[in-house]
Every structure is written in C-alpha cells, then in structure tokens.
C-alpha cells in the first residue's frame, strides 16, 4: 500500500487536465481497495527449480532417490495480496459509465515444487515376556525438499465500468478492465527439512525428536505481465442525510482475471486467477 500512495503525486497532472473540460468529462471518483488474488499455481519438477536456481546447493544434491509428493496435484492455488488506488472519471453524456484509471499493487506465486525421501534404519526391538513375539521398531529420517517461485508487481490499470445508479443507496456494477505490470520482486525460496523419529506399533509418534532447517534464497530478473480483467461488484452509500456520508460508499468487488507473463528462466505463463476485493469509494 506504501507504493501506491507515494506514486499517487502521479496522477496529479492528469486530474487538473480531465477538468478542464467539465461539460465533457470530469473526476468525480477516488477508489481505494485492497484484497485477495487466487491464482493457480503450477506444480513442477525439481529439474524446473534446478534451471531457475542453478546456485542452490540444496538442489545440487542427488535427488533420485526422492519422490514428488503424491497429494500435490500439478496445479494449485494460492492466496495472494492485491491492492489498488484509483482514479473515476465520469462522462456528461454517458452517466451510468465510468473509466476507472490508477496504479495497483499485488504479488503472487507462480510455481511450487515438492519433494521428499523416507528411509528406516532398524532402532530396537520389543520382546513380549508372555507371548514371545518380536516387535521391531525402525529409526525414520524423511528429508522434505519445497521450492517457491514468487513475485511482487507494481503497475498501472484501467477500467470501464457500467453502474446501474449513481443516486441509489445500493447499486451494481460491472465492467472490463486491462493491467499492466512490472515484477521488481522475482525471487526463488528453496527448503530442505529433515525430521528424524521412529515407527512402529508402539512408539508414540512417527516423528519423535529432531528436525534441521536451512533455506536458501535466490533474486531473479524482472519481467512484465499484462492482465485482463472484468470487475462485478455491489456498491454501498454509508449515509443518506449528512453530506459526509453521503458520498463515501463502501463496496464488494469480484475480478475474474487472466494473466499473461513471460518469466526469464522459466516460462511464459498464461495463469487465470480470482480477485477479491473490499475497498472505499469516495464521491462527489
């Protein structure tokens, strides 16, 4: 939200050019929102993360005795933040439209790996004093490797937007909007964990004792992304009888969106995705 509001001196110019010509189109809008983006995810191969990470040490090792792990599927979803802040000219001739224009904000995951390995080395073994029966129980090692490919954007966006009143208390809207934005944040988070414990009938957990952590983190190139996007919301004016409230609404915003990237090292992505958005709307 910081890098939206220190660009926002922006769009000043462009506020003093749109009412020059007040008969025509004016500024009548300022929209501030924030939310969630469900993208997919994809689920690649450790080979995909050793080409993005070719310095990481955790992925050098030889990985042919580790498994993908069989309850990912190949593609995911994940919640990541979003954030704009926007501008609504409105137009004299057209006044149920309306262009919305202003920067936004919004990161995401674009590709998981995740690998592990499980060997049992013999531990103990349990020898009943009435029956005679063995009971072996084996030490466990599983090593867990996971890799995320991450990005964080900050771009510019456009809307336009149909509304089905200006003056009601509550009103609907929805439109069609593109994105553009720079990746200033594209970094790949490798992991490898290692729990340690024993298994068998009578010990109390298949993981008892110990576990190592180390992490490596690695900056990639940026890149641009360029979005399609179309808003459906309900829009709430707070008050009907003090001026103040009377032009602050608050509003539920659903964005179905497609985003096309090419991601150096890694691929072009073509990811659809679920924008949830909550926000303020200031009128006037």
Same mark, same amino acid.
């Given at each position: 939200?910081r890098?939206?509001l220190?660009?926002f001196?922006?769009?000043?110019?462009?506020?003093?050019m749109?009412q020059?010509?007040?008969?025509k189109?004016?500024?009548?809008?300022?929209?501030?929102?924030s939310?969630?983006?469900?993208?997919s995810?994809?689920?690649?191969?450790?080979?995909?993360?050793?080409?993005?990470a070719?310095n990481?040490?955790i992925? %050098?090792?030889?990985?042919? +005795?580790f498994e993908?792990?069989? /309850?990912?599927?190949? $593609? #995911? @979803?994940?919640?990541?933040?979003?954030?704009?802040?926007?501008?609504?000219l409105?137009? %004299?001739?057209?006044?149920? +439209?309306?262009?919305?224009l202003? /920067?936004?904000?919004? $990161? #995401? @995951?674009y590709?998981?790996?995740?690998?592990?390995?499980?060997?049992?080395t013999?531990?103990?073994?349990?020898?009943?004093?009435?029956?005679?029966?063995?009971?072996f129980?084996?030490s466990?090692?599983t090593t867990?490797i996971?890799?995320?490919?991450?990005?964080?954007?900050?771009?510019?966006e456009?809307?336009?937007?149909?509304?089905?009143?200006?003056e009601?208390r509550?009103?609907f809207?929805g439109?069609?909007?593109l994105s553009l934005r720079?990746?200033?944040?594209?970094r790949v988070?490798?992991t490898?964990s290692?729990?340690?414990?024993?298994?068998g009938?009578?010990?109390?957990?298949n993981?008892?004792y110990?576990?190592?952590?180390?992490?490596?983190?690695?900056?990639?190139?940026g890149?641009?992304?360029?979005?399609?996007?179309f808003?459906l919301?309900?829009?709430?004016?707070?008050?009907?009888n003090?001026?103040f409230w009377?032009?602050?609404?608050?509003?539920m915003?659903?964005?179905?969106?497609l985003?096309?990237a090419?991601?150096?090292?890694?691929?072009?992505?073509i990811s659809?995705?679920m924008?949830?958005?909550?926000?303020?709307?200031?009128?006037?």
């Amino acid at each position: 939200m910081r890098n939206l509001l220190s660009v926002f001196i922006l769009m000043l110019p462009f506020l003093y050019m749109a009412q020059e010509d007040e008969k025509k189109i004016s500024i009548t809008d300022v929209y501030l929102m924030s939310g969630s983006n469900y993208m997919s995810t994809n689920i690649e191969n450790v080979s995909v993360f050793q080409q993005m990470a070719p310095n990481s040490s955790i992925l %050098a090792q030889d990985m042919s +005795q580790f498994e993908s792990m069989p /309850f990912f599927p190949k $593609m #995911g @979803t994940s919640p990541n933040k979003s954030s704009s802040l926007l501008l609504g000219l409105s137009f %004299a001739e057209k006044p149920h +439209q309306s262009l919305r224009l202003g /920067f936004n904000h919004s $990161m #995401g @995951t674009y590709a998981l790996t995740n690998y592990s390995r499980t060997t049992f080395t013999p531990y103990d073994t349990l020898t009943s004093s009435q029956t005679g029966e063995q009971i072996f129980i084996d030490s466990m090692s599983t090593t867990s490797i996971n890799g995320t490919a991450f990005s964080e954007y900050l771009g510019l966006e456009g809307s336009l937007i149909f509304r089905s009143s200006n003056e009601a208390r509550w009103s609907f809207f929805g439109g069609v909007g593109l994105s553009l934005r720079f990746c200033f944040n594209n970094r790949v988070n490798v992991t490898e964990s290692t729990y340690e414990g024993v298994s068998g009938e009578y010990s109390y957990s298949n993981y008892n004792y110990g576990n190592n952590w180390k992490t490596e983190n690695f900056k990639g190139y940026g890149y641009l992304s360029t979005s399609i996007f179309f808003p459906l919301g309900i829009d709430l004016r707070i008050g009907k009888n003090r001026d103040f409230w009377k032009i602050a609404h608050l509003f539920m915003e659903l964005r179905p969106n497609l985003t096309i990237a090419s991601i150096p090292d890694y691929t072009t992505v073509i990811s659809p995705s679920m924008v949830g958005n909550f926000g303020l709307r200031i009128t006037w």
